[in-house]
């Protein structure tokens, strides 16, 4: 444990912790609204953000977040509206990002500073107390919205058109879940880096929808690894010493890769014995639950057949 003795390590664990409980709690939501890469999307923004913050001697961290909450809006709003569709409107955000990125940090005094790379890929060890006290603020906002509205988010995010005529503000809801994928891109870009960020937000939902029996079994389970992947890429990235977040993705990846190998070979054995198990149930646990009952145990919402949770 010689590692807990440096405090940097001790900033870097703690940043991985909350990155790692934070973003899958988003990204269920995302799994559930086949919008797994608007993750990537916000990150290219995010660098333009960052760019700006270089070239205006201004906060990285602020300016991302600025830009990426812009650039979250404006897809949803494309979205919505229906000018467009999602995955085009995703593309053009995705592109223009990068682009925009590129261009305004070549005129950076000096040309492409070398702490980009941190921005992009991650450097954990740099994180500061200040950087600290950001992240735990903006991931105690996410929390509390993904968590606390979490039937109202299950809901849209599960049937949209159900959601509408049950009462729900399915668009205020929309932008609120784009603006905290937002903040989880910002906040994790220091820990796992903004070409990553998409993974620890998708894989480890992917992971948990193969055996979670439910909806919020999978936001647990999901949560379970993202710490735990989270914590021990940043643990193992300090004694092998490579990149922490390209070492965190790994490991994210090799639990997905690792637990359906198991669920094909507990459902294999149980084809075989001519049996039936849980593993045979449908990939996506969310979507075996009714969309009305996310919205049970409460009163009527006004204006719609669906109730409001407690």
């Known amino acids: 444990m010689e590692f807990l003795s440096y405090e940097f390590m001790q900033r870097a664990l703690l940043a991985a912790f909350l990155v790692g409980m934070t973003a899958p709690t988003v990204g269920v939501y995302l799994v559930q609204r086949r919008l797994a890469l608007i993750g990537d ?143 989880t891109v910002v906040v994790s870009m220091r820990v796992i880096g903004l070409l990553l960020i998409s993974a620890l937000m998708i894989l480890p939902i992917a992971s948990a929808q193969l055996v979670a029996a439910s909806f919020r079994q999978t936001i647990a389970i999901g949560v379970g690894i993202g710490i735990s992947v989270s914590v021990s890429g940043v643990t193992l990235s300090f004694y092998a010493d490579t990149p922490s977040g390209g070492t965190i993705v790994l490991l994210a990846i090799g639990v997905f890769v690792l637990v359906a190998l198991l669920r094909a070979v507990r459902t294999a054995v149980f084809r075989l014995r001519g049996g039936r198990s849980d593993s045979l149930r449908s990939n996506d646990p969310a979507s075996d639950t009714p969309v009305s009952d996310s919205l049970l145990g409460g009163d009527v919402v006004p204006g719609g057949v669906g109730t409001r949770p407690v």
Request: negative net charge.
């Open 41 to 183: 999307g916000l990150g290219h923004v995010a660098l333009a953000g960052v760019a700006i913050g270089v070239l205006t001697s201004q906060a990285p961290v602020l300016t991302a977040l600025a830009l990426a909450v812009v650039g979250a809006v404006a897809i949803e709003l494309i979205r919505s509206r229906g000018h467009t569709s999602g995955d085009i409107a995703l593309a053009v955000l995705f592109y223009g990002g990068i682009a925009g990125g590129v261009v305004i940090i070549s005129q950076a005094p000096g040309g492409t500073p070398g702490n980009l790379n941190a921005f992009l890929f991650g450097a954990i060890t740099t994180t500061t107390a200040a950087d600290i006290a950001v992240f735990a603020v903006l991931c105690g906002l996410v929390l509390l919205v993904t968590l606390g509205l979490s039937r109202y988010l299950f809901a849209v995010s599960n049937d949209e058109e159900f959601a509408v005529a049950s009462g729900l503000p399915v668009l205020r809801l929309n932008l609120l879940l784009v603006v905290v994928t937002a903040m």
